[in-house]
């Protein structure tokens, strides 16, 4: 019998695809990347081609060893990495340092970690996209250009540890134009008025809303700026007499949203879920990869998760509608198939993958609720049933507009009522407005006459546009076209791990530093941190893949504009010192009050006095409530193995410790002290179990 190595990325694959294959194929794993440009250097010639230097990656010199040992023994070798730019250029790399022969070498792809997806695949080999390959290589060049440049200019004019990115420089420049754009705003005044209406002798009123005027025959939109402007309207309206001017009823549809893409999953994980972009990648890439199920194995519960596609396969399609059929009834099943060949913001999209959906439509989340994590079900429960909706008919509603006239204002009132729910029996999207605006309780007609009741007058500001959130930041990379699906998530991390952004409620905020380094790019490299220029290469990237341009254009136009304005920053930028922030804890060797320093591990404390005093501690973060024991300050804690807690400042005299965070509000039942969980308050005596929503 003949021996097949088949190579996959990640280590977690191996025992399913294994499983899948038999006793005929040896699965391996090279666990990434094997081989990448040099720490030490740029690791590209610029003097003679740009052409890359690659070495062995350090620690995967056992991995490789082990890889061509199989190697050897093997007929065939199937390069099984994942199905986009980085997988292509994985299975090149490794081709490379595996010196494998080009008769024996195939590459496959598949979507979903299956028996059926899998085998497939291994019927239509193919060899390794060259193209594809030159545009993840053309990335990672111009990635080590921008850093291995721009990052040592940062370390000599500002601090040493900082770094510049040719997405994450954009992306900073992005939270700090609307930084710029909330300081600068000023709120405007506006009011509104509701008017309570009664008809005939209905006891539940209708409230209309003012929404303009009537100037010859026709409505003329109104704008009330001030109380002068209101109070002068209440007094036309004092007397008047509100006449029903038209009753018009139709029906809508409302479609169900589009399967999820990289980007909108990570939006609806973060506005539904609160998870971060990084752990809905993280938590995805397990279900990805496999989850043992009891009963089943190891099983890989979701398609490929990096993918801007919003396409569904036929068999899927399929398998959905006979799910749908028989679980909801043929009503809710779809004919028509509700994905397109765009990303949801009309732009043109790579089409290789499909859109991220349960790899079995009939494995609800129920089924395997006991084998997944508290996490992984819910990212999987909301993954399943954002495709399982997709697949379902459209909402309808009947809608009723009501036109209502009073002493020359027009007011409106509006209804909805659900007639059918379709996709909504299992999925409503987080930004959905309520559907539900109210029914009607009487009968209107066109020239009733309506009784006024109470009015409802309010005073109103302008806000200014909101702080980004890691979900709304990700909605405009991609709409702007900055970077793609795997990018996303690595650029948030990166720009709050180097402390140019502060995450706090959800927000993102510029900090001093990241002001600063903003400030240093917009204006030595104005074409790196412009956003249609990043848009640009990112088209050139994927014009790259489809074998349309040539990779040592893009770069040998790139570089010398680079490299000239790293020189001419080096002598005009000036140097910029950012003062550490000073800490009210004094240090107890030399007096003086200690700063807050960062490290590896987070902030902590350290005394100004350094070399003189090398006096150093942990920076106890206060959260601002009291210790129900003792009552000093809470702080926030970490244990050995870096997970966070709340204890007590006074410790270890005082042990108070809390995995939740403690509130300063005292259980109205009991008086004990309560924790946040969600958006509750949880009083922690359990034989209590008082909760308030807040």
Request: charged share 30%.
């Amino acid at each position: 019998m003949s021996k097949n190595l088949v190579i996959v990325e990640s280590p977690a694959k191996v025992k399913t695809i294994k499983k899948f294959l038999g006793s005929n194929y040896e699965v391996m794993a090279s666990g990434g990347h094997v081989r990448d440009l040099p720490k030490s250097q740029m690791g590209v010639d610029v003097e003679h081609g740009f052409e890359p230097k690659y070495i062995t990656i350090r620690g995967k010199g056992d991995v490789l060893a082990q890889l061509r040992k199989a190697e050897k023994k093997a007929d065939k070798v199937y390069l099984a990495t994942d199905p986009d730019r980085e997988g292509e250029a994985i299975s090149w790399h490794l081709s490379e340092a595996l010196k494998i022969a080009p008769e024996k070498q195939k590459r496959i792809t598949f979507n979903e970690i299956t028996k059926s997806a899998v085998k497939e695949s291994l019927k239509h080999p193919r060899t390794i996209d060259m193209d594809l390959v030159d545009a993840q290589q053309t990335r990672r060049i111009l990635d080590r250009m921008v850093g291995y440049k721009i990052s040592p200019l940062l370390w000599k004019k500002v601090k040493r540890g900082l770094s510049a990115g040719r997405v994450q420089s954009v992306a900073l420049r992005i939270i700090a134009d609307r930084e710029e754009e909330i300081a600068a705003f000023i709120p405007e005044e506006y009011w509104t008025l509701d008017v309570e209406l009664f008809a005939g002798n209905e006891k539940k009123p209708l409230i209309a809303k003012l929404s303009g005027m009537i100037s010859n025959g026709s409505d003329r939109k109104l704008s009330i700026s001030s109380k002068e402007e209101m109070d002068a309207i209440l007094d036309t309206l004092k007397d008047a007499s509100y006449v029903v001017e038209e009753v018009k009823k139709s029906e809508r549809t409302k479609k169900a949203p589009l399967p999820f893409t990289t980007s909108t999953m990570q939006q609806e994980a973060a506005n539904v879920l609160n998870f971060s972009a990084q752990k809905t990648m993280r938590l995805a890439q397990q279900l990805y990869e496999g989850v043992d199920i009891k009963g089943n194995g190891t099983v890989g519960l979701i398609t490929y998760l990096r993918t801007d596609s919003t396409r569904v396969s036929d068999e899927a399609t399929a398998a959905a509608k006979e799910y749908i059929t028989a679980n909801y009834g043929a009503a809710y099943a779809a004919f028509a198939e509700n994905s397109s060949g765009a990303n949801g913001n009309g732009k043109k999209i790579q089409d290789a993958h499909e859109a991220i959906r349960p790899s079995d439509i009939s494995r609800t989340p129920t089924m395997v609720k006991e084998s997944l994590t508290r996490d992984q079900f819910r990212l999987y429960q909301l993954i399943w049933r954002r495709f399982a909706a997709n697949r379902m008919t459209p909402a309808r509603y009947e809608t009723t507009a009501v036109r209502i006239g009073a002493a020359g204002y027009r007011f409106t009132v509006t209804a909805s009522r659900l007639l059918f729910d379709g996709f909504r029996c299992v999925y409503t999207d987080s930004e959905e407005t309520k559907e539900e605006e109210g029914v009607l309780q009487a009968d209107i007609e066109k020239g009733m006459h309506l009784k006024a009741g109470r009015t409802d007058v309010r005073q109103h500001f302008t806000q200014p546009p909101a702080h980004y959130t890691e979900a709304s930041l990700v909605r405009t990379l991609e709409e702007q076209g900055i970077g793609r699906p795997s990018t996303y998530a690595p650029t948030i991390t990166t720009i709050i791990a180097r402390r140019y952004v502060a995450k706090e409620n959800k927000n993102l905020y510029m900090t001093e530093l990241g002001e600063v380094v903003n400030n240093i790019m917009k204006e030595a490299f104005p074409v790196i941190v412009d956003v249609n220029f990043t848009a640009n290469m990112e088209s050139l990237l994927d014009s790259i893949g489809e074998g349309k341009t040539r990779w040592k254009t893009v770069v040998e136009n790139f570089y010398p504009d680079l490299d000239e304005a790293v020189k001419a920053a080096e002598v005009n930028l000036e140097k910029v010192t950012i003062e550490d922030e000073v800490s009210d804890v004094v240090c107890e060797q030399c007096g003086r009050n200690m700063v807050i320093k960062y490290g590896p591990h987070g902030k902590f404390l350290a005394c100004p006095g350094f070399p003189d005093c090398r006096n150093t501690k942990p920076f106890l973060e206060k959260i601002g409530v009291p210790c129900p024991l003792c009552g000093k300050d809470i702080v926030i804690k970490k244990t050995k193995k870096g997970r966070r807690y709340f204890g007590c400042e006074g410790a270890p005299q005082c042990e108070f410790m809390s995995w939740a965070k403690p509130s300063a509000n005292r259980c109205p039942q009991c008086g004990g002290y309560m924790v946040e969980k969600g958006n509750r308050l949880v009083c922690e005596d359990k034989s209590c179990g008082t909760t308030i929503s807040v």
